[in-house]
């Protein structure tokens, strides 16, 4: 049998490999109408906020410039004038995951990794946080990849200008993607540093380079507290805990119900556990030391953090999929024949993305059905009330449907019982913070909804079973304007 080590591999292997992984990803963003990702109606809705609020400035809403989640927002602009809003969300979510596949094998190449350790690595785009629609949190990877060419290897000891500059930069697009990339850079900078064995001077100098981006961010935080943006710090699992194998499948993927997430999961540790046995004689030579110290890094975030900080949920989670990431890439691939090196690899990428397409389709079909119908039905500019009355989905994990009733803003405009205007580090807010009158966590507790809630809107966007649609208009004599599907649009007001 042929062996071959493919980390040398040519430009054109890596530029099809690259791009078999882009076409596959891309294929369930294509082939449902909404996504089921949870925040991604909210994210669209904000772009729809900043149209509105550019041309009105004298609205109830203001543009916060300076806050660290613009980059992602920027890919929901481009979508948003290219194509209709309704589609808007999808197109910059096929971006984004075109951007976070692409990232692992620039990696590769720029690192002289194999590139079918970053097909395998493809896989892992399919993680919780997409679901759960943290955008500026995904976009983020790249972002974070470009940050570690920039500070790893001979590029640590660089002190020139256009270094310099790179690191303001980079700083800055960690900034404008999330704050908690800035801070996973900074850390990355000081481990590199150290095992660089930087000189203190050239450290401080290129470290001064992004003080600003730190500074910007010690003015900004503290505003978070002071606009209500707060929550109890909480571990749901002990750091212990995190070492179940339940736990590490939802870390590392937390997408699909079923069994299917770890058999994924055992496919990866395979590939690991395959590779360190074959190399066990060499293998502090082939390995990339410097993306395994990332990795523990991730790795150690993901162990250590709470699960949520700041309203931030899925705090120490989020990171888990990176840090794999970054683990399979800096391992040796395990040494087997030329067409079985990307064969494996690519059936492995075709099965999760065949499996996550089926279950895409099946929620798209079944738990939508009538969203597009009441949507339609909805006059310009309503008031609308969302109630996620059937909250879990047979097909994919968490609350896809949570933030479903925000299409109506994306597509009608108007005013929601919640909105993402409401966050306070949101890009458009209101100019005077929300008091609601209504009850407070209707999209997270939709059960507690009262008559008086109702009467403050025009209309309820509700995603129910035929059972509690019927309990729901009885009791609370609401007229149906849709009467199929799981949504559901109900007259609040007389015409």
Not at 110 to 128: D, I, T
Request: aromatic share 12%; proline share 6%; glycine share 6%.
């Amino acid at each position: 049998m042929t062996v071959f080590d493919d980390t040398t591999a040519s430009v054109t292997r890596r530029a099809a490999s690259a791009l078999g992984c882009c076409a596959l990803v891309a294929i369930p963003f294509l082939a449902v109408q909404f996504p089921p990702v949870s925040d991604l109606p909210q994210h669209v809705a904000q772009v729809r906020l900043l149209w509105e609020t550019w041309h009105d400035p004298s609205g109830p809403y203001r543009i916060q410039w300076l806050t660290p989640y613009w980059l992602a927002y920027v890919v929901v602009g481009a979508a948003w004038s290219l194509v209709s809003p309704d589609n808007a969300g999808r197109l910059a979510l096929l971006a984004i995951g075109i951007l976070w596949v692409m990232a692992g094998h620039v990696l590769a190449a720029a690192r002289g990794r194999s590139p079918a350790a970053a097909v395998v690595a493809s896989v892992l785009l399919f993680n919780h946080a997409l679901y759960w629609g943290f955008y500026t949190f995904t976009i983020g990877w790249p972002v974070f990849v470009g940050w570690l060419l920039l500070t790893s290897g001979r590029r640590a000891h660089r002190i020139e200008w256009p270094d310099a500059l790179g690191l303001l930069l980079g700083a800055t697009l960690l900034y404008f993607t999330h704050v908690l990339w800035l801070a996973a850079g900074t850390l990355w900078f000081v481990a590199s540093t150290i095992y660089n064995r930087v000189g203190l001077r050239t450290a401080a100098w290129r470290f001064l380079s992004f003080v600003p981006v730190l500074m910007l961010t010690l003015v900004w935080y503290p505003k978070l507290a002071a606009a209500g943006f707060d929550s109890p710090t909480r571990w749901f699992v002990t750091p212990s805990g995190r070492l179940s194998v339940s736990w590490l499948v939802d870390a590392v993927l937390g997408g699909l119900r079923g069994s299917t997430e770890y058999l994924i999961f055992a496919a990866l540790v395979g590939w690991i556990g395959v590779s360190v046995y074959q190399h066990r004689r060499e293998l502090t030579r082939v390995v990339d030391v410097e993306l395994l110290l990332a990795a523990a890094l991730l790795g150690a975030l993901a162990f250590l953090l709470p699960d949520l900080r700041t309203n931030t949920i899925a705090l120490a989670k989020r990171w888990a999929p990176c840090g794999v990431a970054l683990l399979i890439l800096g391992v040796p691939p395990p040494r087997c024949a030329p067409l079985v090196r990307y064969a494996a690899p690519f059936a492995l990428l075709t099965a999760v993305v065949g499996a996550t397409t089926a279950a895409w389709v099946q929620v798209d079909r079944r738990d939508h059905a009538g969203l597009v119908e009441s949507l339609r039905a909805l006059p310009d500019r309503p008031r609308v009330m969302g109630l996620d009355l059937a909250p879990e989905s047979d097909f994919v994990k968490g609350r896809p449907f949570i933030q479903a009733f925000a299409y109506a803003q994306v597509l009608r405009g108007g005013e929601l019982n919640f909105s993402f205007a409401d966050f306070a580090p949101s890009p458009v807010v209101y100019k005077t913070r929300r008091t609601p009158t209504w009850t407070v966590g209707l999209e997270w507790y939709p059960q507690r909804v009262q008559r008086s809630d109702l009467d403050q809107f025009d209309y309820a966007l509700v995603n129910a079973d035929d059972g509690t649609h019927r309990r729901f208009a009885d009791y609370f004599r609401v007229v149906p304007v849709t009467d199929q599907g799981r949504w559901r649009l109900y007259r609040l007001r007389p015409s």
